[in-house]
């Protein structure tokens, strides 16, 4: 359920925006803007999106956590998952993270 949500998005995106694509991180599905990649979905099945680390979260108006999947390292900076149980956000959260990737 939650990574079909996720390929739905994947595939809108990429049908709406010519310079989005699928592709992979951390060998995970993801969805990259001109190569660089600003969402996928993770083993722990949420959805995790490329905000930037001065990004102000609470403009998302949805509960993020910061992305860590190492034991032994900090987070990585500027990444947020969020659950499934706010998936209904995900489509809008992508939109936001492309925005951001296209500024850069």
């Not at 600003?38 to 905000?51: I, P």
């Not at 001065?54 to 998302?60: M, T």
Request: charged fraction near 35%; proline fraction near 5%.
């Amino acid at each position: 359920m939650e990574l079909e949500k996720f390929m739905e998005i994947r595939e809108m995106f990429c049908q709406k925006y010519p310079e989005v694509t699928e592709g992979k991180m951390m060998s995970s599905p993801a969805i990259h803007y001109n190569r660089k990649v600003f969402a996928f979905f993770s083993r722990k099945q949420k959805m995790v999106f490329k905000f930037g680390k001065d990004y102000p979260l609470e403009r998302l108006k949805v509960e993020v956590m910061e992305f860590n999947p190492f034991k032994k390292k900090k987070p990585l900076a500027g990444w947020y998952e969020v659950d499934f149980a706010n998936n209904d956000k995900w489509e809008v959260l992508a939109l936001k993270a492309l925005e951001l990737a296209k500024l850069k």
